[in-house]
């Protein structure tokens, strides 16, 4: 797997994820969201996305995207996260 390819692919998918609010976030916690995409290499791709209470419930969402190739990556997939507050900010920004 091209882990630079594979990286810039989930940053540019979790750029979408953060463009949402804290309420259209929270339906991660309860499904997962997958897809394939093909990269510039034609290397395909699938991505997973779900979230999780950061320390208690209804407080900071962690929202957790990763990508494997199919192969052996897919034991240990790239992952890459962020956390956002109720009020919409991030955690660490």
Request: charged residues 30%; negative net charge.
């Amino acid at each position: 797997m091209n882990k630079k390819e594979a990286t810039a692919i989930l940053a540019e998918h979790l750029k979408e994820y953060r463009k949402r609010s804290y309420a259209e976030l929270q339906f991660l916690l309860n499904e997962q969201e997958v897809c394939e995409v093909a990269g510039p290499s034609g290397t395909v791709y699938q991505l997973e996305f779900q979230a999780v209470w950061d320390s208690k419930k209804g407080e900071d969402l962690r929202v957790m995207g990763s990508i494997d190739d199919g192969g052996w990556r897919a034991f240990v997939p790239l992952g890459h996260d962020f956390i956002m507050r109720p009020d919409g900010t991030f955690v660490g920004e």
